[in-house]
């Protein structure tokens, strides 16, 4: 019988995993070829793929820590910030990952919540969906996941909303940021839109 393995990230327990490469987030192996299983269902249909966003910055938030690397927490957590406190859709959100650039000294650190917490895991989202071949599932318990991830970084009491609309301003609202975006489309449309939202 094989030992069982608290992930580090999301406190997940699941038997270890045989003959596969070590976690490249703050996670174990078994946790992360659960993440696989639904991004592999996730591009098997695609219109899944709406959800593929709030998949990675769910999983990406929950796993901070070494060896996840600071960029990808930031990322994620804008993510998860644009998506469910502002309705953006997941072009969108990936429009602004792109425009975040390479972070800087001034980037803020984002202490990550302790587990056990009590939010749901990839696990979770996988047996609402891929495991039972189930697109409507997946899609309700993506959402389900990235909304308590969310919310359990919101209930450190760190202020991480307020980090993060920082540290997007940081990046976009400059003097050097061009005028004249109103009426485009794409990724320059979802940064206008997060420009505006900054500054109102």
Request: charged share 15%; glycine share 12%; with cysteine.
């Amino acid at each position: 019988m094989r030992s069982r393995t608290a992930c580090p990230g999301c406190g997940l327990v699941l038997a270890d995993a045989v003959a596969v490469e070590p976690a490249r987030l703050h996670a174990t192996p078994a946790c992360e070829a659960v993440l696989h299983e639904l991004l592999g269902f996730e591009f098997q249909h695609p219109v899944m793929l709406r959800y593929h966003q709030l998949t990675v910055d769910a999983y990406g938030a929950q796993h901070a820590g070494a060896p996840t690397a600071e960029i990808r927490v930031a990322s994620s957590l804008a993510g998860l910030w644009l998506a469910l406190e502002h309705g953006f859709s997941a072009e969108e959100v990936r429009a602004v990952h792109r425009g975040m650039g390479s972070p800087t000294p001034s980037w803020p650190r984002f202490e990550p919540p302790s587990p056990p917490q009590r939010w749901l895991t990839a696990l979770d989202v996988a047996e609402a969906g891929v495991r039972q071949g189930s697109i409507g599932g997946h899609a309700r318990a993506a959402g389900q996941w990235a909304e308590s991830v969310w919310g359990a970084w919101l209930g450190t009491g760190a202020g991480v909303d307020a980090a993060v609309e920082s540290l997007l301003r940081s990046v976009f609202v400059t003097d050097a940021r061009p005028a004249g975006l109103h009426g485009t489309i794409g990724p320059a449309a979802a940064v206008h839109r997060l420009v505006g939202l900054l500054e109102g």
